[in-house]
């Protein structure tokens, strides 16, 4: 296995590493063409990561997590997604869950849900995108209206990762007028009455990931579920989309290794014309050139996670966007090119790169299109250069 990133990490990230490597050979490699071709949700992954005490790793110790730091969350997850991408999505998933929850929860909340949730024992989700508001969200129309006690919740979710599975949601919904002002975070628990789901949404790629749609009908939802103050809902959401672009670079880089290794080993194995094809000038070129792209987008990715970890700088919108958007820009193109060096068997699923080819498309459109993520590049940095 190349390391692109070891020469400076401590022996606590290593050992962070190493024991999501393990794992990730013994009970999560063995199993990841099967999860994809029977569309599997990854629970036995997911238990084993999580008596590894590696589903918490971003919430702090006197919450029930192991209090880690993104760096080692990073690393993890890049582990994962190296041998699987579906599986890395869930564990991602359930991280971005507990985010909101980090960053506006108040005590009760925290010692209510953070707990299990880091412990891998309740699985959560978020639910922010509609039919009609994707990029959008200040015109997302799932509406909760005040009653006694709470608010009464009907619309419709879609693209919910854990949609099927989750047993907890953070729902943003309208709770006042049009636009971003009106928007509050709502913890929903899926067993209410009212709430139904659809069935796992049928995906190109990322297969073995329950993604469905949710839909609310009346659902109660007490008071002190409220996540933050009412209209505080797309301040939190953006927020989480900040942080959540660090797990798609991270995973991008993971899917991009993954593909890189087994291209580079195959062409170290397999022989044409009395020798190993990786002897042919044009198959080094290929590799090495997307060896660099790979090295460059895990760097990336080391430098954003240290940032955030250092509290160097509070807002880090920029950095985010930028990783995520070239780290799956590069995963596209390295498991492109990875299929490219196996030739036709490339394109057979016993060899498993067309999975990661799959797998890495969505990487560009989630947590943001990398458009959308050049655009707030380019409005950050037009409003940093302006406060100077």
């Excluded at 299990?116 to 024992?121: F, H, I, L």
């Excluded at 599975?165 to 628990?189: K, M, Q």
């Excluded at 196996?342 to 799959?358: H, K, N, Q």
Aim: aromatic fraction near 6%; glycine fraction near 10%.
């Amino acid at each position: 296995m190349f390391e692109i990133l070891d020469f400076d990490l401590s022996d606590d990230d290593r050992g962070v590493r190493d024991l999501a490597r393990e794992i990730v050979r013994d009970r999560i490699a063995p199993h990841a063409r099967e999860l994809d071709e029977t569309e599997t949700f990854p629970a036995d992954a997911i238990a084993a990561l999580a008596k590894a005490g590696l589903t918490g790793i971003l919430v702090p110790e006197d919450c029930g997590g192991a209090g880690g730091t993104m760096l080692q969350y990073c690393l993890v997850l890049s582990e994962i997604a190296s041998a699987c991408g579906a599986t890395s999505t869930t564990y991602m998933a359930l991280a971005h869950a507990m985010l909101p929850l980090l960053a506006t929860g108040n005590d009760e909340q925290k010692a209510r849900w953070l707990p299990a949730a880091a412990r891998g024992e309740l699985v959560a989700g978020m639910a922010i995108t509609e039919p009609d508001a994707g990029s959008d969200l200040a015109s997302l129309a799932t509406r909760a209206t005040r009653v006694a006690g709470g608010y009464r919740v009907s619309g419709s979710k879609i693209f919910v990762t854990n949609g099927t599975e989750a047993e907890l949601l953070t729902v943003f919904v309208r709770t006042g007028d049009a636009g971003a002002g009106g928007i509050s975070a709502l913890l929903v628990e899926t067993s209410s009455a009212g709430i139904s789901r659809g069935r796992p949404l049928q995906k190109m790629g990322m297969r073995g990931s329950d993604t469905a749609e949710v839909f609310f009908q009346d659902v109660f939802v007490p008071e002190e579920n409220l996540l933050g103050p009412e209209g505080s809902g797309f301040r939190i959401a953006m927020g989480v989309l900040g942080d959540a672009r660090i797990s798609t670079a991270a995973q991008a880089a993971g899917l991009a290794r993954g593909a890189w290794v087994r291209a580079y080993d195959y062409a170290q194995q397999r022989r044409q014309f009395g020798r190993p094809i990786y002897e042919f000038q044009a198959v080094q070129l290929r590799l090495m050139t997307l060896y660099a792209k790979l090295c460059s987008a895990e760097l990336m990715v080391s430098r954003l996670a240290r940032m955030i970890d250092a509290r160097t700088r509070h807002e880090y919108s920029v950095e985010a966007a930028m990783a995520k958007s070239y780290c799956a820009d590069v995963a596209v193109e390295v498991t492109t090119g990875a299929v490219d060096v196996l030739g036709g068997y490339g394109y057979l699923r016993e060899y498993e790169l067309e999975r990661f080819m799959r797998d890495a498309k969505v990487t560009q459109i989630y947590d943001g299109t990398n458009d959308i993520n050049r655009l707030v590049m380019a409005r950050q940095l037009t409003r940093r250069r302006a406060a100077r």
